[in-house]
């Protein structure tokens, strides 16, 4: 009871000095609104929503099982992903993950998985960002769902590089951007969701997928919070 009284004028206390802002239209909102649904009632109206899950241009994704795509890069969410990414504006990630996991949960996202896992980003991003936009979404979706999280991959940026060539550095960087985090890792036939920010034309998540793949995953599936193709969106909307 007192715990309970606490938490609630801490949380009245919060928002009067921070208050809630919905991540699209920046308005102040609902904050019970914006945990509940990530994103404040006007703006949920708005067409930046995909209403079907998995369905995907499987051309484009030979190592990827399904394809989950809750929102469409444009408009206000394309600029708040923009400045989740390059703005600092690291709270979005509360938002987003929201809006995630609320799609997956209906879509049945989070069925037959076993670890969530994310594309993450290279050292040189990360030191000038300070977050891994991916992980601190799958980290959130895990908290949400249950499933454990764990970080698979690493991104080849060239930081921590011993290759002293230069030429053989660009060739190895043309051939693999990712490589397992840890190679004696065995995932012995788990079935791993791979989150990532933007989909665009699948070679990332391919890659990552067939890194997974040869790690031992039964499968991957991929949960990426926007896209800007309009084949998915035709998909949607002809199921919808
Ligand atoms: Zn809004």
Redesign the pocket.
Known sequence: MTDQKTNMSDGYIKNLLFPVK??????I?DPRRIEEAG??E???GLDLFYKKADVLPHEALEKILKLYVPMRYSG?AKKAMLRYKFSGEEWLCGPFATLMHNFLSVSGGYDDIDVITWVPVGGKRFAVRGYDQSGLVARRLSESSGIPFRKLLRRNDGTGNTMTSSRNYALRQAETRFSPLDPSVKLYGSRILLVDDIFTTGSTLNECGGILLSMGALYVNAACLMSGRQDIYDAGEETA
């Open positions: 919905c991540p699209f239209c920046r308005r909102a994103v404040c006007k703006c949920a206000e």
